[in-house]
């Protein structure tokens, strides 16, 4: 069983109110083999919400209060971001979970890259403010990106 962000399984949670659906993730759910979170809306924002970015840094900088997550009209939802990612983290532990894949790019679940924080659309190496929990607490985190390479044993 793994963990799937839960828009990249076809719930339309992310900020626009869209899914980012991969329809071979959302088998797995169907199937059993994983269930879905959504940090962003387990530490309270709204759908839609206005979109948000990490400034001065990436998620592990958010951690060590060096960055925020500020929305695009300036509100602070720095608090918001490090609830749904605690949330998120004990419902896969609940869950027996030790994998997750998350949504690349992601204020909260880029693994790679997130946009830059200055809402030009440009992104920068880093990661999001849950998967830099979940790391943090020793969880795998995989990208949607690469899901098939590193778990394609798991899910044939």
Not at 7 to 15: E, F, H, Q, T
Not at 22 to 36: M, S, T, Y
Not at 87 to 104: D, P, V
Request: contains cysteine; negative net charge.
């Amino acid at each position: 069983m793994i963990g799937i962000s839960s828009c990249l399984g076809g719930i339309c949670c992310r900020y626009d109110g869209q899914a980012k659906e991969v329809d071979a993730l959302r088998k797995l759910v169907d199937n059993g083999q994983a269930i879905l979170v959504c940090p962003e809306v387990l530490g309270g924002m709204p759908i839609p919400r206005d979109p948000a970015e990490i400034q001065g840094g990436d998620g592990f900088d958010v951690w060590k209060n060096q960055s925020m997550v500020i929305t695009d009209k300036g509100e602070d939802v720095t608090e918001q971001f490090k609830l749904g990612a605690i949330i998120a983290y004990q419902k896969l532990i609940e869950a027996n979970i030790s994998t997750i894949i998350l949504k690349e790019n992601s204020p909260s679940c880029g693994h790679d890259q997130v946009y830059d924080g200055n809402f030009s659309g440009s992104r920068k190496n880093g990661v999001g403010v849950a998967t830099a929990y979940f790391l943090s607490k020793g969880l795998q985190v995989i990208s949607e990106n690469n899901w098939k390479t590193t778990l394609e044993q798991d899910f044939k």
